[in-house]
């Protein structure tokens, strides 16, 4: 039981580039949610599942996309990355019977 | 939406000592959790605990929904308490159960 796993652990990209955050977890969850995290500042949510086939947005949707075409796997698209998305996304999920999210490691993004 | 606030921002202990982590939200909640994310980034969940009062080790934590604050007591910290203590919220109007976030509260433990 690997729990939430997030993929990849770091990356570079050049303004302009496009590129696609993945999040999976084994635990069957319903429940999924994407998070960035800036320096000195807490999580803000920017997309959410609540299950199979749905998404929905967030605080801070503006230039990203996700899709959940599967149960255990949440992607996170950024179609064209600016420095201001540089910074670390969390990945969580939670099941239906409980409101206790479960996080990922992170993804540390930098965006030059 | 919910407004989350978090005091102190920093802390500095010396290992031993006790120490009280303070979260006010703006309006009622049906969630609240407590979260530290260590040195290395992870975040792990210490409490879910949307009313009432839960202990784990050392570890306690207190919500007074009625009044809408919630404290989080380390006792004898150890230096592997070092970290950030977040407190996320939900409220009863909140679809998918999404949390808020606090910004924080920076904890140092010295040897």
């Known amino acids: 039981n690997a729990g939430v796993t997030q993929t990849p652990k770091f990356r570079v990209l050049k303004t302009g580039q496009s590129m696609t955050l993945l999040c999976a977890q084994d635990?069957?969850?319903?429940?999924m949610y994407w998070y960035r995290q800036d320096p000195g500042m807490g999580l803000r949510l920017i997309h959410y599942?609540?299950?199979?086939?749905?998404?929905a947005k967030g605080e801070v949707p503006d230039g990203y996309n996700v899709s959940r075409l599967k149960k255990q796997n949440f992607l996170l698209g950024l179609e064209s990355a600016a420095p201001s998305q540089t910074s670390v996304y969390f990945c969580?999920?939670?099941?239906?019977?409980?409101?206790?999210?479960?996080f990922g490691p992170g993804t540390r993004l930098t965006v030059l | 939406g919910i407004q989350v606030e978090q005091s102190p921002p920093d802390l500095i202990l010396q290992e031993g000592a006790n120490s009280t982590l303070r979260c006010n939200f703006s309006d009622s909640v049906n969630n609240l959790q407590w979260f530290h994310q260590n040195p290395w980034g992870q975040l792990i969940n210490l409490f879910y605990?949307?009313?009432g009062t839960k202990q784990n080790g050392r570890l306690s934590a207190t919500t007074v929904a009625t009044e809408r604050y919630s404290l989080l007591y380390i006792s004898s910290s150890q230096t592997t308490d070092s970290g950030v203590y977040f407190c996320?919220?939900?409220?009863?109007?909140?679809?998918?159960?999404?949390?808020?976030f606090g910004e924080g509260t920076q904890l140092t433990v010295n040897p």
């Open positions: 635990m069957n969850h319903e429940y």
């Open positions: 969580a999920s939670r099941t239906s019977g409980t409101d206790t999210q479960y």
């Open positions: 599942s609540v299950g199979e086939g749905t998404t």
């Open positions: 605990i949307p009313s």
């Open positions: 996320a919220v939900a409220g009863y109007e909140t679809s998918g159960s999404r949390l808020t």
